[in-house]
């Protein structure tokens, strides 16, 4: 079965600092994984996906297939990243487009 | 853009009550899915569509049924309305098929049952 993980409810970091925020997925087939976020007041709206492998806002996330995560970071936060992330994965190839969630981190970026 | 739009921003409904929630997008997708939002909870899938017609069951689809009469319109239904109904329900859509990459999503419908 498959099962995204988001071990940190909360996250705060003060302006500058590296974040990283962790997501750990089991799944037997072949994922695709995606971070979508939720900034105060707006809709969800995706940030990043491992197939396009770029950088978004400065942040950046690499699948690692062996310890089954897809970390997001970026090097120096930012207040105006303060928002709610979540880790999601699809089978790859589903034309469903079924997303699983995990529960989400709340990022605050102290100023 | 892509655009999801679901009908209410804010409902308070009493126990019991039928309630509706309407979602439509502008885009010509396949896809459509009904999730509920809770704190610590993340986002849960209550039920997916994917064509005219077809539904299916997400993971939490107790006290709910769907409606996708057309391919642009998916309306969630609570047939009786619980407290622990009270939620935050998102509205989301994707491409379908071999393209199907992303999903948009509405700016949700925070419903109290009192």
């Known amino acids: 079965a498959q099962r995204v993980t988001q071990p940190e409810k909360l996250l705060s970091v003060f302006k500058g600092a590296p974040v990283e925020l962790k997501c750990n997925y089991s799944?037997?087939?072949?994922?695709?994984l995606f971070w979508y976020v939720q900034y105060s007041r707006q809709r969800l709206q995706l940030l990043l996906r491992h197939i396009s492998r770029e950088s978004i806002k400065g942040f950046t996330a690499d699948l690692n297939k062996g310890e089954t995560s897809f970390h997001l970071k970026k090097p120096f936060a930012q207040e105006e990243d303060s928002a709610m992330y979540y880790c999601?994965?699809?089978?790859?190839?589903?034309?469903?487009?079924?997303?699983?969630f995990g529960r989400g981190t709340q990022l605050t970026v102290w100023p | 853009d892509v655009k999801v739009t679901q009908s209410s921003r804010y409902l308070v409904k009493r126990t019991g009550e039928k309630v509706f929630l309407e979602c439509v997008q502008d885009m010509d997708h396949e896809n459509m899915f009904w999730y509920r939002q809770d704190p610590g909870l993340g986002l849960r899938l209550i039920y997916f569509?994917?064509?005219?017609?077809?539904?299916e069951k997400g993971d939490i689809p107790e006290g709910y049924s769907v409606s996708r009469e057309k391919k642009e319109r998916f309306s969630l239904i609570l047939e009786s309305a619980s407290t622990n109904q009270t939620s935050m329900y998102l509205c989301a859509s994707s491409i379908g098929g071999a393209r199907d990459t992303e999903a948009f999503f509405g700016q949700g419908t925070r419903l109290t049952v009192v």
């Open positions: 569509s994917y064509d005219v017609k077809m539904k």
């Open positions: 799944y037997s087939g072949s994922p695709e």
């Open positions: 999601a994965l699809k089978n790859r190839g589903s034309t469903l487009g079924r997303l699983y």
